[in-house]
């Protein structure tokens, strides 16, 4: 078992930045490749990046690159998304996830989560 807790969601302008942090508990973290998702209202849920058991590979959706970076930290058990120059349209629940599978090609399409944390709200102002 795995236990996920996110924090550092919230109310932010358009241009402003924010750093979601993913504290994990249980089962040996660097076992896991992990991943942020999020949730808008009305749309599904999308993998926007993950990041491989050692932390030196990265991959994200499209609509993030060059705004968004994933980093973890093995030594405290925490996953990192640095968000800069946040959009409207980045409004949405945030959610780390925690997966058993290989990293390879199509990760994000592939990413099936084992475990789930309770989600954050970012909030994005035009």
């Known amino acids: 078992q795995v236990q996920l807790v996110e924090s550092g969601g919230g109310l932010v302008q358009a241009g402003g930045s924010l750093r979601l942090s993913c504290a994990a508990s249980?089962?040996?973290?660097?076992?896991?490749?992990m991943g942020w998702f999020r949730q808008a209202p009305g749309k599904e849920r999308e993998v926007v990046a993950a990041?491989?058991?050692?932390?030196?590979?990265?991959d994200y959706v499209d609509s993030v690159k060059g705004r968004v970076t994933i980093s973890r930290d093995n030594t405290k058990n925490t996953v990192y998304l640095q968000m800069n120059s946040l959009k409207p349209e980045d409004t949405a629940v945030y959610y780390c996830?925690?997966?058993?599978?290989?990293?390879?090609?199509?990760?994000?399409?592939?990413?099936?989560?084992?475990?789930w944390g309770q989600g954050t709200q970012v909030t994005v102002s035009s």
């Open positions: 996830a925690a997966t058993l599978l290989d990293w390879g090609p199509r990760i994000r399409q592939r990413f099936e989560p084992a475990y």
């Open positions: 990041i491989s058991r050692s932390g030196f590979i990265t």
């Open positions: 249980g089962r040996t973290f660097s076992d896991y490749v």
